[in-house]
């Protein structure tokens, strides 16, 4: 069982940065891969980035360049690194972790989820 908490959101201009973070529950945290997803008013949720047990990451194309997931040194904290926001990138931003999935980018893949936290980018 994991429990994940999302923080790091906030009202920020075009242009500007912020930092998700997604903090775990247990010690093999490690041993999970990890996806960021955003869910914007009236959309569906969609994977905005993941990282897997061993490393590697994936990213959506419309973030790509700009955004930047990477694990903690303890390693039970994920970060999401956002430069360059753009207006289109407001929506609320989700965690979420899965011991294995086949299909890094689906959300159908993940068991377990943060609460999510709400990223505004005004312009």
């Known amino acids: 069982q994991v429990h994940l908490v999302d923080a790091g959101g906030g009202l920020v201009q075009a242009g500007g940065s912020l930092r998700l973070s997604c903090a775990a529950s247990?010690?093999?945290?490690?041993?999970?891969?990890v996806g960021w997803f955003r869910q914007a008013p009236g959309k569906e949720r969609e994977f905005v980035a993941a990282i897997s047990s061993s490393g590697s990451t994936d990213y959506v194309d419309a973030v790509k360049g700009r955004f930047a997931i990477s694990r903690g040194n303890a390693k039970n904290t994920v970060y999401l690194q956002m430069n360059s926001l753009k207006p289109e990138d407001t929506a609320v931003y989700y965690c979420?972790?899965?011991?294995?999935?086949?299909?890094?980018?689906?959300?159908?893949?993940?068991?377990?989820w943060g609460q999510g936290t709400q990223v505004t980018v005004s312009s």
């Open positions: 979420a972790a899965s011991v294995a999935t086949r299909w890094i980018s689906s959300p159908d893949e993940y068991d377990y």
């Open positions: 247990g010690r093999t945290f490690s041993q999970y891969d």
